[in-house]
């Protein structure tokens, strides 16, 4: 049996005070959370550090900080993007961060940072040799017996996706652990059939005048300045010049620019389809079969998306080529940069759409995504940062309507704004304000229809109501499902989510039969 006073005074004051820490912060953060999964962190750790000869309080302390290093992890991705750390994170982080560390030398500097601690805190557990002693026999019995409940307690736990988003809204690793049990995304549908609307099979029709060619520009990070400087007025981009400019309300703030992506080109948040739908690009390949590019393509549109990054970031590829997109190009293979480029300018791009148009005796449906202002922006001084490259956006916005209006051929445009920045959070109090940015839609040597949507005073919009609305602001007859969408959501045009459980579910059921 140890004998604890030797053991303390063996032990300087700084290992006493961390480990006590650490163990505190352990405890603390197991009552505080209710977090019985915490076991299951410590058991193996507490295992292997066992036999060695450790005083117990360092032993508990070596054996705490994975579990705690797992929570301060959830706690920083909770609360960048409202979701806990999840099991399927796995989806990022299995090609996306060595992409991104092979182009940003300070996502690499933190992954070898973070292996050499990784490296460290094994060697330090593996330290010394011993037998086991009486309190880590109990001590190792105790947590397995917790883990053994815990894991049993998991059982019973109700596997409706939507309904685990409700339950598990908070950081921490009974979140992580439970997240494991979640089937594949589905849809959430209505379960009353007397709240089933009827379609009427109608299709999506172009204008009268002939086909325009069609550009939406995905403007990465952006947001109208004057939410942070009032009086500040764009040139082209959100120009209040433009009657058919407002604020535009987004699913996703400071990151996740495929959810924003998403939202546009299959008219659904990403979030209907259970957990965070952070990884829809990935979980709903070749499952989703009708979209924006699906309806054009029937109307003889060439389909094409242009992507700032490597086209296989975040399955970007494969899961637009599953939705009707027959070209797929980015920075290398249009020529414009090699690998992954932050600072690739917004008229490099448009140069490129202007090109393809050239070449095309076809109308294209391009889609297209910019990098310019993707952060981290200055951190002393975001926002001049954020004005500065705005600026080259705006000109280079301008610059591209102008080649268009002088090339003569009709192009319906719209450019949107993903998210705002991260830095937003900073000078914006009020969370529901984050999820807003801006849309501007022009009609290029043609005039827009006007519409109940387009003639809304500058009232906000929901992002899912873009597509629909410069559809028909540009001249096209909307198929069924975007009617009924229109209809279903009248009086929530600026958050949908504000319509209510019934509209959602009753709009899903109607979208349910594209979805398997």
Not at 425 to 441: E, I, Q
């Amino acid at each position: 049996m140890f004998n604890l006073r030797v053991h303390l005074a063996q032990l300087t004051k700084v290992e006493l005070a961390l480990s006590g820490f650490i163990v505190v912060a352990t405890v603390v953060y197991g009552i505080a959370f209710l977090d019985p999964y915490v076991s299951l962190a410590i058991v193996p750790f507490f295992a292997l550090g066992s036999a060695r000869g450790r005083h117990p309080l360092v032993l508990l302390a070596l054996a705490s900080i994975p579990a705690l290093v797992l929570f301060i992890i959830s706690a920083v991705k909770f609360e960048i993007t409202g979701m806990p750390l999840v099991t399927y994170d796995h989806y990022f982080l299995r090609e996306n961060v060595l992409l991104l560390a092979v182009n940003d030398w300070r996502i690499a500097g933190g992954l070898v940072l973070g292996l050499l601690i990784i490296v460290f805190y094994f060697k330090t557990l593996f330290t010394g040799r011993g037998t086991f002693t009486r309190f880590e026999k109990v001590a190792l019995a105790v947590f397995s017996l917790a883990g053994v409940v815990t894991v049993t307690s998991a059982q019973s736990f109700d596997q409706a996706v939507v309904k685990w988003d409700k339950e598990i809204n908070t950081p921490s690793i009974r979140a992580f652990v439970m997240s494991a049990s979640i089937p594949k995304p589905e849809l959430e549908t209505t379960s009353n059939a007397d709240d089933v609307l009827p379609l009427s099979g109608a299709k999506l029709k172009a204008p009268v005048g002939g086909r325009p060619d069609l550009v939406f520009v995905l403007e990465e990070s952006t947001f109208h300045p004057r939410i942070l400087r009032p009086g500040f007025e764009p040139k082209a981009l959100y120009a209040s010049s433009n009657p058919f400019t407002s604020p535009l309300r987004v699913h996703t703030f400071a990151g996740g620019t495929w959810r924003s992506e998403f939202s546009l080109i299959t008219q659904m948040r990403p979030q209907e389809f259970g957990s965070d739908g952070l990884y829809v690009f990935h979980q709903l390949e070749s499952r989703i079969k009708r979209s924006m590019f699906t309806m054009l393509k029937e109307l003889g549109y060439r389909t094409m998306v242009i992507y700032p990054v490597p086209q296989t970031f975040i399955n970007g590829r494969n899961f637009y080529t599953s939705i009707g997109v027959d070209e797929v190009y980015d920075p290398e293979s249009l020529g414009i940069s090699k690998g992954w480029d932050w600072e690739i300018p917004d008229a490099r791009f448009f140069q490129a759409i202007e090109k393809k148009i050239a070449e095309s005796d076809t109308p294209l449906v391009v889609f297209m995504l910019t990098i310019n202002q993707h952060g981290p922006h200055n951190f002393q001084e975001p926002m001049t940062d954020y004005i500065k490259r705005f600026e080259q956006s705006d000109a280079a916005y301008g610059a591209f309507l102008e080649n268009l209006q002088k090339s003569s051929r009709k192009t319906g445009v719209v450019a949107f704004g993903d998210h705002q920045p991260e830095f937003t959070a900073r000078f914006v109090d009020d969370h529901a304000a984050w999820y807003y940015t801006a849309y501007d839609m022009r009609c290029v040597n043609f005039e827009c229809a006007r519409t109940p949507l387009t003639d809304r005073g500058g009232k906000p919009l929901d992002i899912v109501l873009l597509g629909g609305m410069a559809l028909e602001a540009f001249g096209f007859t909307l198929d069924d499902l975007s009617a009924l969408q229109a209809s279903v959501f009248k009086d929530c045009e600026d958050d949908i989510v504000k319509c209510g459980e019934k509209a959602r579910l009753q709009y899903n059921t109607a979208f349910s039969r594209y979805f398997e």
